[in-house]
T-cell receptor
Framework: GAVVSQHPSRVICKSGTSVKIECRSL??????MFWYRQFPKQSLMLMAT?????????EQGVEKDKFLINHASLTLSTLTVTSAHPEDSSFYIC????????????FGPGTRLTVL | AQTVTQSQPEMSVQEAETVTLSCTYD???????LFWYKQPPSRQMILVIR??????QNATENRFSVNFQKAAKSFSLKISDSQLGDAAMYFC??????????FGPGTRLSVLP
């Protein structure tokens, strides 16, 4: 149990376009999901916390109009990178928080975004 | 603010030997969780082990065990009988109940055949 999927695994796009990344908890409901960005050889940097049915909470320095987050159901959160620039190229990882005794984050496999 | 420190950027261990990865954290909370996650070259974050702060008994999961010293705010991971598949980045993480996780900078573990 506690499987989280993320789609797509890799995406290449042109500057100025938008890209949507989906994060799904497959076998549990997650009222809270998280979005991270990871630079090469570094730790995970929290971008935002996504709560089902409410607005996401963004970390300081993360542009909420650039990184749109929607948590429409208890099993799905999406991250849309709008008007992508080459500096947005990175590895994006989502996680779903499982409570009720687990109190643990389970991670998706990540998405490699390359903006040309 | 809570912080997590992993003082060993890189470690190596011979196959079948034992290695210990260090982690210290700073918090004023009394109840919280601590985790070790593994990130192999595939970059999938995998939960290795979890410890609840109110439990004095150290958590174990097969070849993985922790040494949790609450007063010292230390949470080390011991890997016994190391295998080639254990080679990965290991992240220590702290979480106050129901709140965001704080990750350490990671330790890269190499396993030598």
């Amino acid at each position: 149990g506690a499987v989280v999927s993320q789609h797509p695994s890799r995406v290449i796009c042109k500057s100025g376009t938008s890209v949507k990344i989906e994060c799904r908890s497959l076998d549990f409901q997650a009222t809270t999901m998280f979005w991270y960005r990871q630079f090469p050889k570094q730790s995970l940097m929290l971008m935002a916390t996504s709560n089902e049915g409410s607005k996401a909470t963004y970390e300081q320095g993360v542009e909420k109009d650039k990184f749109l987050i929607n948590h429409a159901s208890l099993t799905l959160s999406t991250l849309t990178v709008t008007s992508a620039h080459p500096e947005d190229s990175s590895f994006y990882i989502c996680s779903a928080y499982r409570d009720r005794g687990a109190d643990t984050q389970y991670f998706g496999p990540g998405t490699r975004l390359t903006v040309l | 603010a809570q912080t997590v420190t992993q003082s060993q950027p890189e470690m190596s261990v011979q196959e079948a030997e034992t290695v210990t990865l260090s982690c210290t954290y700073d918090t004023s909370e009394s109840d919280y969780y601590l985790f070790w996650y593994k990130q192999p070259p595939s970059r999938q974050m995998i939960l290795v082990i979890r410890q609840e702060a109110y439990k004095q008994q150290n958590a174990t999961e097969n070849r993985f065990s922790v040494n949790f010293q609450k007063a010292a705010k230390s949470f080390s991971l011991k890997i016994s009988d190391s295998q080639l598949g254990d080679a990965a980045m290991y992240f220590c993480a702290y979480s106050p109940y129901g709140q965001n996780f704080v990750f350490g900078p990671g330790t890269r573990l190499s396993v030598l055949p």
